[in-house]
C-alpha cells in the first residue's frame, strides 16, 4: 500500500488522479490532499476518500473547513507553509502529486523532490522557474520524478530505459535521438481570422476543442504559451538542447508527442485525450494499471493532421522558445508576467492579444541576477510581477 499526497487536490488534475487511485484500493491510500481555498471541492473530495491530513493554504478556507467537516471523520485540517512541506516530506509518503498550477507549486514541490520522494510532475512551473536548482536536489536526494503533462509523458515512454533512469541527464546523443517532437493542438483559436484575435473572450479561450482543464492552463493552450513551458520543462528533464527540441501543431491531440531517433524511426505515444493515462503511468512505473480510460478506437480517430507552428499567430509560443535560449532570468520573468498577464485577462482588465505584449514588455527589463538559489529566484518573481502589473495599469 503507498500512500499518497496530492499537491492541487480540487484541480482537475488532483480529482483525476483520485479517481485512478479509487480503482486500486489495494495498492493506493491518500495520506494527504492539499488546495488554495475551495472549501466545497475539499469537503466532497474528504468525505468521499477520507485523507489522513485535509490541509488549506488559505488560513480562514481551513477554518471553514474544520467546521463543517462531520466529527466522525478522522481527517486532520492542516494550514501553514511549515506544515505543508511536512505533508509532502513525512516518513509515511511515498508518492507526492505535484499538481500546483503556477509559481504556487515550486516550493511544495520541490520539499517532495528534497525529501528523495516519487514526484509525479504535473507543475511545470517548478522546472520554468529553477530547473537547474531543481534537477540538483532531485540528483543530491535521489527522488524519482516522473512527468504527468501527456506531453512529456508521451517522450518519456518513447525514450530507451535506460533514458527513462536519467531524467535530468539524459544523453540524447548517444541513446541515437535527433529530436524529441512536442505536439500541441494549437487550442481554440488554431483557425480563427487572426484580426479577430484580439476581441476574443475568456470564455472562448477556455473552451478547448479536446481537453477539459482550469481556465489559466486553458488560456495558455489559447496563446500556446502552455506549449512555450512545456519546451523550457522538456529542456530540463530531457537535457536538450535547442537543435534537439522542435514544437508540432497536432489539432486531434492522439499523437501526444514522439521521438525522432537519428536512423529515421519515430516512436509515438498515443491514446485518447484523458489525463488519467499518464496519470495511471506515474504512478504504477515501471508497470501499468488500469486508467479507466477507454482504449483508442483507430476506426473511429480518422485523419491525423501535422501543421508547423505560425508565430504571427502564436507570439507566446516564440518567446518562450526565445526565453529558454536566454537562460534561467529570462524564464523566470516569462513565467511570472504570463500568470499575471492570464490573470488580467480571465478579470477582463486586458484584452486577448494584450497577454503577449505584457509578457514582451516584462522580457524587455531583463537584468543580470545571480540565481543561485531558491530566494534569488522568489525575489525574481516577485519582481517580475511588479512589471507586470506596472504594464498592465498602462494598457
Known amino acids: 500500500m503507498q ?4 499537491l492541487g487536490a480540487t484541480g482537475s488534475i488532483g480529482k483525476s488522479t483520485l479517481d ?3 480503482k486500486h484500493p489495494d495498492q493506493y491510500s491518500v495520506f494527504a490532499l492539499v488546495a488554495h481555498r475551495n472549501v ?11 485523507p489522513q491530513y485535509a490541509h488549506m493554504v488559505d488560513e480562514k478556507s481551513a477554518a471553514l473547513l474544520k467546521q463543517q467537516l462531520p466529527s466522525h471523520l478522522h481527517t486532520q485540517v492542516t494550514t501553514g507553509v511549515d506544515t505543508l512541506k511536512g505533508l509532502v516530506s513525512a516518513a509515511e509518503v511515498d508518492i507526492v502529486m505535484a499538481a500546483i498550477v503556477g509559481a504556487a507549486g515550486l516550493l511544495p514541490t520541490l520539499a517532495a523532490v528534497e525529501a528523495g520522494k516519487r514526484v509525479l510532475l504535473a507543475n511545470k512551473e517548478s522546472l520554468v522557474m529553477s530547473g537547474q536548482l531543481f534537477i540538483e536536489a532531485m540528483q543530491q536526494s535521489g527522488a524519482i520524478v516522473l512527468p504527468v503533462d501527456s506531453e512529456h509523458n508521451a517522450i518519456f515512454q518513447c525514450l530507451p530505459e535506460s533514458l527513462q533512469a536519467s531524467i535530468g541527464r ?8 535527433a529530436q524529441i517532437l512536442l505536439t500541441g493542438s494549437g487550442g481554440p483559436f488554431l483557425n480563427a481570422e487572426l484580426a479577430d484575435l484580439s476581441s476574443m473572450s475568456p470564455a472562448q479561450a477556455c473552451r478547448h476543442p479536446n481537453w477539459s482543464m482550469g481556465p489559466k492552463i486553458s488560456v495558455d493552450s489559447a496563446t500556446m504559451m502552455n506549449k512555450g513551458l512545456e519546451y523550457i520543462e522538456a529542456k530540463w528533464l530531457f537535457n536538450a538542447s535547442s537543435d534537439k527540441l522542435k514544437v508540432v501543431i497536432h489539432p486531434q491531440s492522439v499523437i501526444h508527442s514522439m521521438v525522432q531517433y537519428q536512423d529515421g524511426s519515430v516512436v509515438a505515444q498515443m491514446g485518447n485525450p484523458d489525463m488519467r493515462t499518464p496519470i495511471a503511468h506515474c504512478l504504477s512505473y515501471p508497470k501499468r494499471i488500469v486508467s479507466g480510460v477507454e482504449p483508442l478506437d483507430f476506426f473511429k480517430v480518422g485523419q491525423l493532421s501535422f501543421i508547423e507552428p505560425d508565430f504571427n499567430r502564436f507570439p507566446c509560443l516564440g518567446l518562450a522558445i526565445e526565453a529558454c535560449h536566454q537562460g534561467q532570468e529570462a524564464t523566470t520573468i516569462l513565467n511570472a508576467a504570463n500568470e499575471i498577464a492570464v490573470q488580467a485577462f480571465l478579470d477582463g482588465k486586458i484584452g486577448f492579444t494584450d497577454i503577449c505584449r505584457v509578457n514582451e514588455g516584462c522580457l524587455t527589463r531583463i537584468t543580470p541576477h545571480s540565481l543561485n538559489k531558491i530566494d534569488d529566484i522568489l525575489a525574481l518573481d516577485a519582481q517580475s510581477r511588479h512589471y507586470a502589473l506596472e504594464y498592465i495599469a498602462k494598457c
Open 3 to 6: 500512500q499518497v499526497t496530492i
Open 40 to 50: 466545497d471541492e475539499m469537503h466532497a473530495l474528504c468525505l468521499s476518500h477520507q
Open 170 to 177: 539524459c544523453d540524447l546523443n548517444q541513446a541515437g535521438i
Open 20 to 22: 485512478v487511485m479509487a
